[in-house]
């Protein structure tokens, strides 16, 4: 069985809606959480062993878990927060938390790489922790951060398609239901040809943004 191409277009026009919202709020998220994981460490302009303490295992917590069986696990929250465990909107609840830790540890690593002479060059000015974070350390890792902003979504896409296997939508839903179920395999084809354009072009952007972004 062959799907229309207005089947097709609603499945991609739901990946994206999923990705996009997903990766707003997992920002919301992951970014507070990746500069308090680097700010608090041992060593660091606002050390607090009891914060980082508890934001790091609860962040590898989250990591460990792997996204198809957080999906089912927190069907209850899901039904708690948007009314419903199925369709785009539902997935959307365990996206965020899978994408919120991930995206912690991806600028984590980002403002690790910020060289420390910056910073002490920063607090021998007399500058304040905040002043050092958002008008150094930040500034110094964006081209980073924005190629782990890179990974982060091409990690959404891949866990919406898993989405699809409990009728979240998108082109995950339309592969398993049309091409699996159904055995189209044109249908598989197909999803598989978009997903790889999509991430390919997400990709791309991401490499030309930094490029741009570090020769300034």
Known sequence: MEVSIELILQALWETLYMVSVSLLFGALIGIPIGISLVVTRKGHILENRFVFSILNPVVNIFRSIPFIILLVAIIPFTRFIVGTSIGTTAAIVPLVLHIGPYMSRLVENSLLEVNEGIIEAAQAMGATP???????????????????????????????????????????????????????????????????????????????????????
Do not use: H, W
């Open 130 to 216: 905040t002043q050092i974070i958002f008008r150094f350390i930040i500034p110094e890792a964006f081209p980073s951060l924005i190629l782990s902003l890179t990974t982060a979504t091409i990690g959404l896409i891949g866990a919406t398609a898993m989405a699809g296997a409990i009728g979240g939508g998108g082109l995950g839903d339309l592969a398993i239901t049309y091409g699996y179920q159904r055995f189209s395999t044109i249908t598989i084809v197909v999803t598989v040809v978009i997903l790889v354009i999509v991430v390919q072009g997400i990709q791309s952007l991401g490499n030309i943004l930094e490029r741009k972004i570090r020769r300034v």
